[in-house]
């Protein structure tokens, strides 16, 4: 078993739709959660980046953490095409400390 | 430019070969990693340096792969006698303290 989980999709919806991503986890000792952006052949780029658990709200982006739970969450309001990429959830036990992944989701957000 | 910035692009070679791939970390950056991505096993740690410490290589699949970083700042990855199954983006991030990291676009290896 990964100690990050992730539903890999494809996730297609219509323009305008809420997107709810999410990722469970095995180790406690993750305190730091990060959810980043990747387009095609590019490399991936930082949405949110949050510490213990808690919501953070950033324009149309909400990343929501449940330590209790192992479980994170990013959603998207008000989707736009352009927000079609895959979307990894990673993870950390320190500030600084190497990452660990899930292994994305595919978004399509139709026009 | 200010972003991670990795060189080259695409890397085409042979079994057998060596090859080095090259990342130059944001400025002032003291923290440099190596991840690896391929399409079965997701994004996956290497190696990273911070600062003047001994560098984490918890994560090398092998001693075919080695890392160097020069001045706290150039870092090389080394592969030495490829096989298929090194093809993958070789991606490199970069942070300040107690900061996210932030992630070149990859050099994308292939090894015929």
């Known amino acids: 078993q990964k100690e990050v989980e992730q539903d890999p999709g494809p996730l297609s919806v219509p323009e305008g739709a809420i997107v709810s991503l999410n990722c469970t986890y095995s180790n406690s000792a993750f305190q730091y959660f990060m959810w980043y952006r990747q387009y095609s052949r590019k490399g991936p780029e930082l949405l949110m980046y949050?510490?213990?658990?808690g919501n953070k709200e950033d324009g149309r982006f909400t990343a929501q953490v449940d330590k209790s739970s192992k479980y994170i969450s990013l959603f998207i309001r008000d989707s736009q095409p352009s927000d079609s990429a895959t979307y990894l959830c990673a993870m950390s036990q320190s500030s600084g400390d190497k990452l660990t992944f899930g292994t994305g989701t595919r978004l399509a957000v139709r026009p | 430019g200010a972003g991670v910035s990795q060189s080259p692009s695409n890397k085409v070679t042979e079994k057998g070969k060596d090859v080095e791939l090259r990342c130059d970390p944001i400025s002032g950056h003291t923290a440099l990693y190596w991840y690896r991505q391929s399409l079965g096993q997701g994004l996956e740690f290497l190696i990273y340096f911070q600062g003047n410490s001994a560098p984490d290589k918890s994560g090398l699949p092998s001693d075919r792969f080695s890392a160097e970083r020069t001045g706290g700042s150039v870092s090389t990855l080394t592969i030495q006698r490829t096989q298929q199954e090194d093809s993958a983006v070789y991606l490199c991030?970069?942070?300040?303290?107690?900061?996210?990291?932030?992630f070149g676009d990859g050099t994308r290896l292939s090894i015929l």
């Open positions: 949050t510490y213990s658990s």
């Open positions: 991030a970069s942070s300040s303290a107690y900061q996210p990291q932030h």
